[in-house]
Structures are given as C-alpha cells and as structure tokens.
C-alpha cells in the first residue's frame, strides 16, 4: 500500500460524514464531489443508482426531508477497499408535513482512491410508511 492510499484511507469516514451532511443540505455538488464516477447507490425498494439528481428524484416521491442521528461510524479497511459503516436513527418528514423520528437505519459505504464507489443503505422506512397507512379490509 502507497503513502497517498494511506493519507485517502485515513480520512475515509470524515469524507462520509461529510457527504452525508451534504445530502441533507441537499448540496448536490459538493456532494458528488465525494462520489466515485462509476458509483452505485442501492436504497430499500429502488433500483441502483449512479447520479445523484435520479437519488433525488426518487426521494422526493416519498419524503421532503432526513436527517441523520448518528449512534457510531465505524471503519475498516479491506484488500479491496475502505468500508465505512454509519448507523443511528432518522426523523422524516413525510410529503404530507407530518413526522416520524427513531427510524433505525445501515449505511454502508466502499470507497477507492477517497472517493465513494459504493453505498448500501438499509432502514425501516417501509415499515414507518405500511404502519401508517391502514391494510385493505381494515
């Protein structure tokens, strides 16, 4: 391993959190900044993503805004890559202008090089969103 993926490695989970905060401010380009050009982003229910404006896209038709609790970041650094793991809770607010906090999630991030290739994120939005809308029959 050569100095420079050293310097990139060290630095990997301050480069996730900081494109995190981006997100939430929805500063795309300082967000893409941080992104790998052949990134894939994987969300619950969505096929993957390479660009950021199709992430949005597709967030706006479930929610105006997330933000991010976070309980731990952790690191760890493979042959491969740096993975960076965030987990915490999320407050959602709903396109309807209603609430919901304490929504566990998992984002796990692959990064080559200081940049993010890859990003996995789990939660439990889905059982937020199937919660709150009354099932067929009931």
């Known amino acids: 391993m050569n100095h420079e993926a050293d310097?990139?490695?060290a630095s990997d989970k301050?480069?996730?959190r900081d494109f995190l905060a981006a997100m939430e401010r929805r500063d795309l380009a300082k967000a893409?900044?941080?992104l790998a050009q052949a990134v894939e982003m994987r969300f619950p229910g969505a096929p993957p993503f390479h660009d950021l404006n199709d992430v949005m896209s597709w967030?706006?038709?479930r929610y105006q805004s997330v933000r991010k609790?976070?309980?731990a970041v952790d690191h760890c650094v493979t042959a491969e890559a740096s993975i960076v793991v965030c987990h915490g809770e999320l407050a959602v607010t709903w396109l309807?202008?209603?609430?919901t906090d304490g929504v566990r999630f998992i984002d796990r991030f692959e990064l080559?090089?200081?940049r993010i290739t890859r990003q996995d994120v789990w939660n439990d939005l889905a059982l937020v969103t199937s919660a709150a809308t009354p099932?067929?029959?009931a």
């Open 96 to 99: 309807d202008g209603t609430t």
């Open 32 to 34: 893409e900044g941080y």
């Open 59 to 61: 967030a706006r038709t």
């Open 112 to 114: 080559a090089n200081g």
């Open 69 to 71: 609790t976070f309980h």
């Open 135 to 137: 099932s067929p029959g």
């Open 7 to 9: 310097q990139h490695r």
């Open 14 to 16: 301050a480069r996730v």
